[in-house]
């Protein structure tokens, strides 16, 4: 925590097959006081598949929701919500259109093996060379 600041970290959760390879990084994070947990589910899902992933999220104790009523509102509400950290499990959708200029996007994969970034990361990095 920098003074008093916590810092803001959203789980996007883009299929319910997600949120299990965050689980180790969210419980992480809540051991210690510098980061307030929110989450995000993908509006592009099946309705069954977003109803389970929306039980599950509301049963994790502290954490935010953040939802829209289709994924062109979600995608304005996270990029406006000033979010530090941006974590993801999907690289297939345009993250530049999801995130702020100044912030720090990750992706975490299950499995094993390389996986691609998306472009948005691709064309961040070579930028900054």
Same mark, same amino acid.
């Given at each position: 925590?920098?003074?008093?600041?916590?810092?803001?970290?959203?789980?996007?959760? *883009? +299929?319910?097959? +997600?949120?299990?390879?965050?689980?180790?990084?969210?419980?992480?994070?809540?051991?210690?006081?510098?980061?307030?947990?929110? *989450?995000?589910?993908?509006?592009?899902?099946?309705?069954?598949?977003?109803?389970?992933?929306?039980?599950?999220?509301?049963?994790?104790?502290?954490?935010?929701?953040?939802?829209?009523?289709?994924?062109?509102?979600?995608?304005?509400?996270?990029?406006?919500?000033?979010?530090?950290?941006?974590?993801?499990?999907?690289?297939?959708?345009?993250?530049?259109?999801?995130?702020?200029?100044?912030?720090?996007?990750?992706?975490?994969? +299950?499995?094993?093996?390389?996986?691609?970034?998306?472009? *948005?990361?691709?064309?961040?990095?070579?930028?900054?060379?």
């Amino acid at each position: 925590m920098v003074g008093n600041k916590k810092y803001k970290v959203i789980f996007d959760i *883009y +299929h319910l097959c +997600h949120l299990p390879q965050f689980e180790p990084v969210i419980e992480m994070l809540k051991d210690t006081e510098d980061f307030k947990i929110f *989450y995000s589910i993908s509006n592009s899902i099946s309705e069954c598949e977003y109803k389970i992933t929306l039980k599950v999220l509301k049963n994790k104790n502290g954490d935010e929701l953040i939802l829209a009523k289709d994924e062109e509102e979600r995608k304005q509400k996270l990029k406006n919500s000033n979010f530090d950290v941006f974590i993801s499990g999907w690289s297939r959708y345009p993250i530049q259109k999801f995130v702020s200029d100044n912030i720090v996007c990750a992706m975490i994969y +299950h499995g094993i093996g390389i996986k691609p970034l998306a472009e *948005y990361l691709i064309n961040y990095l070579s930028e900054r060379k």
